[in-house]
């Protein structure tokens, strides 16, 4: 259950600090709802389409935030590595403050993030598949340089900034008279979920992280009791899949976390076409991979079904050609169901 004070020496305070000082710098994404998905979850959902984010996702918020402060401290530029998202976000901010950006991509990085991160003036240096090669070169080039290393989701201004994006969903549906019971937020190193759980601290409201099977360092890790990395299995979600959850949101999940749902490709695909054709927004993968913790965790519950439920829809950088893999598939499908009843 959250609490008022992390661990971490984080507190709810500096994520609203932190939204106070994006108000107006970030797009106040809406909230989106759906007949057929709060069927499916027999709850309401409300789905915070951060997809529609400057940059495509919510890393805008924390890389904006963190950048923001860098740039107070007179530094040229900035550096960042990342599967894709963060680094688009740092470039995008660095280019707000009139900083350098260099960013640090796997070489598999899908060619949208990859694109996007070139479009906002990054140089853009690929090292390895891992986090550990990623990480390695960042050091590097910071060490050369002396451009500050803004990381993904072990830097305190990357998570208050993230947990903005929870703290607008918690507001959003007390405005609505539909308080979140439950609040699902998709995970790859662990600081959005971090923020989430700051936004939520002494709401009562049940925070849940959702991990890829096989991709699931934080599951492990809570488990375990401490940080447990894990070789990444092959996952659509690509934002998804470091090798650990990071130092300083463990720190904070590890007691404000009330668990974590593990999901399939299949589930998250489904998620995926459920969005598009229901809600007619397009969501990558690791965004939607929200929304399938959520119906995976509302199947789970029974009787302990929740009435409102909040998803954070984290990002909309998905590939063309994963889009029409998705959706050719689904159709496929159809197809054979409509084959056999005739």
């Known amino acids: 259950m959250s609490r008022t004070a992390a661990p971490a020496g984080l507190r709810r305070a500096d994520v609203e600090e932190a939204a106070s000082w994006l108000s107006g710098r970030v797009v106040r994404t809406p909230v989106l709802r759906s007949p057929v998905i709060d069927k499916l979850a027999g709850a309401r959902v409300l789905l915070k389409a951060e997809n529609l984010q400057d940059g495509g996702s919510y890393k805008m918020r924390g890389a904006l935030r963190a950048v923001g402060r860098v740039a107070t401290a007179d530094r040229a530029g900035v550096i960042a590595q990342s599967t894709g998202n963060h680094a688009v976000?740092?470039?995008?901010a660095a280019r707000q403050h009139g900083l350098a950006a260099t960013v640090v991509l796997p070489v598999d990085a899908a060619q949208t993030k990859v694109d996007r991160a070139r479009a906002a003036?990054?140089?853009?240096?690929?090292?390895?598949t891992g986090v550990?090669?990623?990480v390695a070169a960042a050091r590097r080039l910071s060490e050369e340089t002396g451009h500050p290393v803004i990381d993904a989701y072990d830097h305190?201004?990357?998570?208050?900034g993230q947990g903005s994006a929870s703290l607008e969903l918690i507001e959003e549906a007390e405005r609505l008279?539909?308080?979140l019971d439950t609040l699902v937020v998709p995970v790859g190193g662990g600081g959005g979920v971090a923020g989430a759980c700051l936004a939520a601290a002494g709401t009562g409201i049940e925070v849940y992280g959702v991990e890829p099977v096989g991709c699931d360092s934080l599951a492990r890790s809570l488990a375990a009791g401490e940080r447990v990395p894990v070789a990444p299995a092959p996952t659509i979600?690509?934002?998804l899949r470091p090798s650990c959850v990071g130092e300083l949101?463990?720190?904070i999940l590890r007691t404000a976390l009330r668990g974590v749902v593990r999901v399939d490709d299949e589930e998250i695909a489904a998620a995926f076409r459920l969005l598009l054709m229901e809600l007619k927004v397009l969501v990558e993968p690791s965004g939607a991979a929200g929304l399938a913790g959520a119906l995976r965790l509302a199947a789970e519950s029974g009787a302990r079904r929740k009435r409102t439920v909040g998803?954070?829809?984290?990002?909309?950088n998905v590939e063309a050609a994963l889009v029409a893999r998705l959706t050719v598939q689904r159709l496929a499908e159809l197809t054979t169901v409509e084959g056999a009843a005739a």
């Open 89 to 92: 976000a740092v470039a995008l």
């Open 121 to 128: 003036g990054a140089r853009v240096v690929f090292a390895g």
């Open 132 to 134: 550990e090669e990623r």
């Open 156 to 160: 305190p201004d990357v998570i208050a």
């Open 177 to 179: 008279g539909t308080p």
């Open 237 to 239: 979600a690509d934002g």
């Open 249 to 251: 949101p463990f720190a």
């Open 311 to 316: 998803v954070v829809l984290t990002g909309g």
